[in-house]
């Protein structure tokens, strides 16, 4: 097609980023409702529906005619604001990567995934790894080929990791976990020889209604606009965002752990509060939704820990615990809850381990991951190297599949190389408090009366409002400076610590 003018071709890239966001709004709630509400067996009609979608995305994002608009828009790139020029940019990178792609893998993929997540699903619960092990060796396959067509001249996993975090690769990893572990390991092995904290009052039985009640409240001081946020149920918490008016988080209730799903609702509530704060002109665009794993990470992981653990907070929202929970937490005061809710102990669980050790259940999947695209270990014998890394690193014995290597659902989701975005989400929020703490004084004064606008408005201003428009690695740069993760490993040595008194 001929463009007469600058204006008609930008009104065809408006038109074109509309429907895909129309078509992508649609998968999205099919997945939602597949994790949350629908019946089991109805994965089959909705990998149906999935294959034709995916097709018709497919088919719209490599239409010939696309070709000549970016084409078009990149000559005449001068005459382009530039959030237009940044979408321009953003279109021609997917584009490029999905004429890659031939079209009965991209849409295979889309119904692998589909299946995958059913059967994970049920093999967790099962405790059944052999059940789903021929999907995730099909997903491990189609990672390698999509690696080999995103970027060709760089090893696979380095490919895989520039899709959550552009510019990230092994040899960068490899030292920021090697800087982690030497500060990490030494600390655990000081608090295992120090007395230790009680925190048995966290598995009492807290009634699963409560604890919603409870939920509710925690989205309020969270400052979450249940208008535009919603919570639903699943068996492995997500958040998933539409546009910055319909983000849903999702949580999982355990009646004898409170503080599973209190910091799930913390830790999505961050992923939530960033798809929030975007500014509108990003809904329904090539820019839309966070820019990076590692940026949304540093959110979550921001509320759920350097806020959510803090004494500020605790000091803030006991009180109305204690309401919640009057017999469960009759003879605990707050800094009981405080050193319970902050015990540093390896454990089984990722998504429940404490502060200090998560970093650790990170690592393991990050070399469990490099192996498994470097061929260099089969999907049969995941479940071995998973038990021999979690002794080696965290020194833990893994009993079973369920609580071992089928407990997250990142891989049935077909997504290889996001883990070792937690982590760098986790050292990239120390740093922004570094920085916040210079431009607002002591954030957790207000933070002690319950109030997180403060905060909550400093990132807004600073990371949520421009969604993807500029590029991670510019965007912390442009707020924090270099990269560093001391500021993280000095902010874990110094309360950990305190905590306990080393």
Not at 106 to 127: M, P, T
Request: proline share 4%; glycine share 6%; aromatic share 12%.
């Amino acid at each position: 097609m001929k463009y007469e003018s600058v204006q008609q071709a930008v009104e065809a890239l408006k038109k074109l980023e509309r429907t895909l966001a129309a078509y992508s709004h649609a998968m999205g709630v099919l997945n939602l409702d597949a994790a949350t509400a629908a019946p089991s067996e109805s994965y089959e009609g909705r990998g149906r529906t999935m294959e034709i979608l995916s097709q018709v995305t497919y088919d719209l994002s490599t239409d010939p005619q696309n070709d000549e608009l970016v084409a078009y828009l990149m000559d005449h790139a001068q005459e382009l604001d530039p959030q237009t020029k940044r979408e321009v940019e953003v279109l021609k990178k997917d584009m490029e990567h999905l004429h890659r792609i031939p079209a009965e893998e991209y849409v295979g993929f889309g119904v692998l995934i589909n299946d995958a997540q059913n059967v994970w699903h049920k093999a967790k619960n099962e405790d059944d790894f052999d059940a789903f092990a021929p999907y995730l060796e099909k997903i491990v396959d189609y990672n390698r080929k999509f690696a080999g067509y995103y970027n060709p001249e760089l090893p696979a996993y380095d490919s895989l990791l520039n899709e959550y975090e552009e510019g990230l690769t092994m040899k960068t990893l490899d030292a920021f976990f090697g800087q982690l572990r030497d500060v990490i390991v030494p600390l655990i092995a000081k608090i295992q020889a120090a007395p230790q904290i009680d925190d048995s009052f966290l598995h009492r039985h807290y009634p699963l209604e409560t604890q919603r009640k409870f939920s509710d409240y925690l989205m309020e001081v969270m400052g979450l606009d249940r208008s535009r946020c919603a919570i639903a149920e699943t068996e492995h918490p997500f958040t998933d965002n539409y546009n910055n008016k319909d983000v849903r988080i999702t949580t999982h209730y355990f009646e004898d752990n409170l503080v599973s799903s209190m910091y799930s609702v913390i830790h999505e509530g961050g992923h939530a509060l960033y798809e929030l704060g975007a500014d509108d002109c990003y809904n329904y665009t090539f820019l839309a939704g966070g820019v990076s794993m590692g940026i949304h990470e540093s959110q979550s992981r921001f509320y759920e820990n350097i806020i959510g653990r803090s004494r500020a907070f605790v000091h803030a929202i006991f009180p109305k615990v204690k309401e919640f929970f009057p017999e469960q937490l009759a003879d605990v005061d707050e800094e009981m809850f405080y050193r319970g809710i902050n015990k540093a102990e390896p454990s089984l669980i990722r998504t429940e381990a404490d502060e200090l050790t998560y970093c650790l259940h990170v690592m393991v999947r990050y070399e469990i991951e490099k192996q498994l695209i470097a061929g260099t270990l089969a999907v049969r014998d995941v479940p071995q190297e998973w038990k021999r890394l979690y002794k080696e690193y965290l020194g833990v014995d893994v009993p079973n599949d369920k609580e071992g290597c089928l407990q997250d659902s990142h891989w049935s989701g077909g997504s290889i190389g996001y883990f070792p975005s937690y982590a760098l989400g986790s050292a990239y929020g120390a740093q922004m408090l570094h920085q916040m703490e210079k431009d607002l004084g002591d954030v957790f004064q207000k933070v002690s009366q319950g109030d997180l606008s403060q905060i909550t408005q400093w990132l807004r201003e600073h990371i949520h409002r421009y969604a993807s428009f500029r590029k991670p690695g510019e965007l912390f740069r442009s707020v924090c400076g270099e990269f560093d993760a001391k500021y993280y490993t000095d902010y874990l040595t110094e309360k950990y610590t305190e905590l306990y008194q080393l």
